[in-house]
């Protein structure tokens, strides 16, 4: 049985490990559709919100710098999968749609990823995903807390 101070030494490493071979198992099934964890990712995350997305307001959300979200969509434009347009009100910011293609990959990227995350929390019971999921939002919001402070 690990210590105390064997289980918090090794949380991180557990942490990243897991999101790493989540990521390899949706990346792999999502090969067929040209797509990788960078791109489908947004692409779920245009596609659920409500109203067009600015370009920033997207790097914020995806918690990424301007230029890699400039490739990103570079790429995403390329494969037809999103819009980029001038907003009416500030004709400097992009807004971003995603076209009817998109809309049609993201139906099967949603079934894969659903596929993926039965597989990976079977075993575990409600109770299990609702500690894990505090235990992780506590952990997200403490995080984001040490880099507001360093701001």
Do not use: H
């Not at 960078?38 to 990424?64: C, E, F, G, H």
């Not at 807004?95 to 993926?116: K, M, P, Y």
């Not at 995350?117 to 500690?131: H, K, M, Y």
Request: charged letters at 30%; hydrophobic letters at 40%; proline letters at 3%.
């Amino acid at each position: 049985m690990k210590t105390q101070q064997q289980l918090r030494d090794g949380f991180g490493r557990l942490i990243a490990r897991t999101g790493r071979q989540w990521r390899r198992a949706v990346d792999r099934r999502l090969q067929p559709f040209g797509l990788t964890e960078a791109t489908w990712l947004p692409l779920i995350y245009l596609a659920r919100t409500p109203a067009p997305v600015r370009q920033k307001d997207l790097a914020a959300s995806l918690v990424l710098d301007g230029s890699s979200v400039v490739r990103l969509l570079d790429a995403l434009e390329a494969a037809g999968l999103i819009e980029r347009r001038e907003e009416s009100v500030d004709r400097r910011a992009k807004i971003i749609t995603v076209t009817d293609r998109g809309l049609s990959i993201i139906d099967q990227v949603e079934a894969v990823s659903r596929d993926v995350r039965n597989a990976t929390l079977v075993g575990l019971s409600p109770d299990q995903i609702e500690i894990a999921t505090n235990v992780l939002d506590l952990v997200c919001e403490n995080l984001a807390k040490q880099q507001d402070s360093e701001v």
